[in-house]
């Protein structure tokens, strides 16, 4: 339902939490049709996630076959500049050689700032069209689910404990965890912060990008609602309605440098945490 039908109906509340709620399959709450356990699915995120997954690998596959060097195109030179900020982003933040490292780089940015991106689309538009074709629910940002985030975030935190261990060597990991920060003396307190510093490297990352997502959409959804909201009759229409816009195309406008910061603050935590599962002197 649109702004207006929820501003007139079942209040600011309902709308707000009606575009909140994932299109959920399995072990839901059938009042609240959110997660109720482990086997429950939102359909929403992992349909968007993997169509931008595919996205990606399509047209990489096309602009792979169309490579120009002669009189390369103008997406073309976009990717390439793309690939180039991420080449120099690891060659300055990832010690050493590690083939795996510069294609996840490019993968986790690219990946990130689409999934992102799907916030920038109008809050009602895909909702809309979903309840007439009978889906009840449609979310439509995966990064805007907490569930992605970490997911992402843990995914990351996996390949740090193989790195460190493959580098370091059992042994020389379990060291870390006894003889850093503080040295030998303070095994008991070195046990404790490492364990800390190890399970804040998934948090902040998984945390970080869902808060930021999570509460730009909650802007977009409170400036939709002026329109429907405080709008009263045609004189206050035509004073809200232009308001509405100019404030949501100021708060896109800024909220797609907040996406590519985001991406890149994902991409470069990850390449800094892979950096230091690389170095056997932590």
């Known amino acids: 339902m649109s702004a207006e039908e929820h501003s007139s109906g079942g209040g600011t509340v309902e709308y707000i939490q009606h575009h909140l709620t994932n299109l959920c399959a399995g072990d839901c709450d059938p009042v609240t ?39 390369p195109s103008g997406f073309q030179n976009l990717v390439e500049s793309i690939i180039e900020f991420v080449q120099g982003q690891v ?34 538009l895909l909702p809309m069209l979903a309840g007439a074709a009978g889906v009840p629910y449609l979310k439509v940002g995966p990064t805007t689910d907490l569930n992605t985030t970490m997911a992402m975030s843990l995914t990351v935190f996996a390949l740090i404990l193989f790195y460190n261990i493959k580098v370091k060597g059992v042994v020389g990991y379990l060291k870390v965890f006894l003889f850093h920060p503080f040295g030998k003396f303070f095994i008991p307190v070195n046990i404790v912060m490492t364990a800390i510093e190890e399970l804040a490297k998934p948090l902040s990352l998984g945390l970080r990008l869902f808060g930021n997502l999570f509460a730009g959409e909650l802007v977009f959804l409170l400036i939709a609602l002026i329109g429907g909201t405080l709008a009263v009759g045609a004189m206050g229409y035509l004073f809200w309605f232009p308001l509405q816009i100019v404030l949501d195309l100021g708060w896109l406008i800024f909220h797609l440098l907040v996406i590519t910061l985001q991406a890149f603050i994902f991409m470069v935590l990850t390449l800094v945490y892979l950096g230091m599962a690389h170095v056997e002197d932590h």
């Open 91 to 124: 060659k300055d933040t990832f010690p050493g050689h590690n083939p795996l490292i510069a294609p996840l780089a490019l993968t986790i940015f690219v990946w990130v700032w689409l999934m992102n991106f799907m916030d920038l689309i109008p809050v009602d």
């Open 33 to 71: 049709h959110k997660a109720a356990g482990f086997w429950a699915l939102h359909v929403d995120t992992l349909f968007f996630s993997v169509l931008l997954g595919a996205l990606i690998v399509f047209v990489s596959w096309r602009l792979g076959r169309r490579l120009s060097l002669d009189a």
